[in-house]
C-alpha cells in the first residue's frame, strides 16, 4: 500500500503542511513512522480522511478545490468593464496575465484594482517557443 509524507498529503488534501501536521499531531490522521524516522499517512487512511475532510466542510477557509495545475499568484492591475464582458489584467511576479470574464463574474468576485488575486490556466494546448 501507498503511504504519503505529511507534504504529499497536504497538497492531496489542499491545506498547508502546518495544517497537516496539526491534524496529525492532534490524531485526526493517523500516520506512523518509517526506518528514517519520516511520518508518513497510509493511502487508505488518508482516502477516508478526505472523504471525512470533504463531508465535514472542515478544510482551510482560504484554500482552493481546483483541477487547474497553473496557478499564478498577483495583484489586480488593471479592469476594463463593458457592457457584457470584462478584461481583468494581474501581475504575478514578472508575468502578465490578460483573463476575458463576462462582466457579472467580475461584479460577483468584487474584483477592484490592487486586490490580490490568483490566476489559473487551464488549456488544452499550449505552444511552446524557443527565443
Do not use: C
Not at 28 to 52: N, P, Q, W
Not at 82 to 87: E, K, R
Not at 108 to 130: F, Q, Y
Amino acid at each position: 500500500m501507498q503511504s504519503y509524507t505529511i507534504g504529499q498529503a497536504a497538497r492531496l488534501l489542499g491545506v498547508s503542511p502546518d495544517t497537516a501536521r496539526r491534524w496529525a499531531d492532534a490524531g485526526r490522521m493517523a500516520t506512523h513512522r518509517d526506518e528514517s524516522g519520516k511520518r508518513l499517512i497510509d493511502g487508505e487512511a488518508l482516502a477516508a480522511f478526505s472523504v471525512e475532510l470533504a463531508r465535514s466542510g472542515t478544510g482551510e477557509e482560504d484554500a482552493s478545490v481546483t483541477s487547474v495545475r497553473n496557478a499564478f499568484p498577483g495583484i489586480v492591475t488593471e479592469i476594463r468593464l463593458g457592457d457584457v464582458a470584462a478584461q481583468v489584467e494581474i501581475q504575478a511576479g514578472p508575468h502578465r496575465l490578460v483573463s476575458l470574464l463576462t462582466r457579472e463574474a467580475v461584479e460577483e468576485l468584487g474584483l477592484e484594482v490592487g486586490m490580490a488575486a490568483t490566476a489559473r490556466v487551464k488549456s488544452t494546448n499550449v505552444h511552446v517557443d524557443l527565443r
